[in-house]
């Protein structure tokens, strides 16, 4: 059975070489294992088929690059890995509700160049991890980090537009929880033709022993409505104390142990529902001591 580490490397082989063929016998291949463990294991750690993740990933950064290029219609079909226009139509119209040169026409109207660019690179970077956030992996414990929290700093923050899914959940089924979210949120912009301008977060509205209340998102470069379950919302300016975490994910609470100390320390006092921002994405770096996440929290 593929362990977790096994499935980041399949899925780092993935986004880079999306032009090839990626169906669920040649990656079983590849990855020496049979396609019925290989598809269980993937939906498993994934939250969607290999087809699906694999499809989704093309039409997303197809999506993308309709945005920030002047490349022809065909050129980024090919380059996504449809055979024709005509497949590629279909399955776009199919997933965003509106054929490539509709979408093109329509979505970031106005953006300057930089903001279409900086979309196209979080759309590469946020697609491929969008459902990975909180992940668990096994690890050896002579590597795990003795000391995750790499740096503490103060800053002054510009207030920043966002869109937000909400939702309570137990802490054992957080990283389902947020992959649902970030999943909701990404998809929503995505297919609206939102402009992202920052890495996905996790803020948190309340923990404890029972359910916690979380909001996931996107930073946006403009204000934007959202749409039944997905909410406006603003992520705070002002003094905030930032950590860089490195490492595994289910370290985060020393991070924040480290951030209440420096607080008692320094004399300040919290100011706000911290929020966690993800650097780097899982699907890219196979190795969790990689890993770096950024911890935001609001300070009086």
């Known amino acids: 059975m593929p362990s ?20 669920l016998d040649a990656l079983a291949s590849r990855a020496g294992w049979s396609p019925f463990h290989l598809h269980r294991a993937f939906t498993r750690m994934v939250g969607e088929t290999p087809k699906q993740y694999t499809l989704r990933l093309r039409l997303e ?21 449809f055979n024709s226009h005509e497949v590629f139509t279909r399955a776009f119209r199919r997933h965003f509700g509106r054929t490539p040169a509709e979408y093109r026409a329509t979505a970031l109207a106005g953006a300057s160049p930089e903001v279409r660019a900086r979309h196209r690179a979080l759309t590469d970077a946020t697609g491929p991890c ?12 002579q590597r795990r980090p003795s000391m995750p929290t790499l740096s503490i700093e103060r800053r002054e923050l ?11 959940t137990p802490r054992a089924e957080l990283q389902a929880a947020i992959g649902n979210s970030l999943g909701g949120v990404f998809g929503h912009c995505m297919k609206v033709g939102l402009p992202l301008d920052g890495k996905p977060f996790t803020r948190y509205l309340s923990t404890g022993p029972g359910l916690w209340e979380i909001e996931c998102g996107k930073p946006l470069a403009a204000p934007a409505a ?11 300016g002002g003094s905030v104390l930032v950590a860089m975490h490195g490492g595994l994910y289910d370290q985060l ?31 890219d770096y196979p190795n969790p001591a990689d890993w770096r996440t950024e911890v935001y929290w609001p300070i009086k």
Not at 4 to 23: G, H, K, P, T, W
Not at 65 to 77: G, K, T
Not at 159 to 167: E, W
Request: with cysteine; net charge negative.
């Open 226 to 236: 959202g749409e039944g379950s997905i909410e406006a919302a603003t992520l705070p």
């Open 130 to 141: 969008v459902g990975l956030f909180h992940l668990s992996v096994d690890h050896d414990s």
């Open 61 to 81: 950064g197809a999506a993308a690059r309709l945005l920030a290029s002047d490349e022809s219609i065909v050129d980024v079909a090919l380059s996504a890995g």
């Open 4 to 23: 977790e580490r096994d499935l980041l490397q399949l899925l780092r082989s993935i986004r880079r070489r999306l032009d090839a063929n990626v169906s």
């Open 158 to 168: 510009t207030s920043q537009p966002a869109l937000i899914m909400r939702c309570r």
């Open 253 to 283: 609470s020393e991070t924040y142990v480290a951030m209440e100390r420096w607080m008692e320390v320094n004399g300040v006092r919290p100011g706000g529902a911290p929020w966690e921002s993800y650097i780097t994405d899982p699907a």
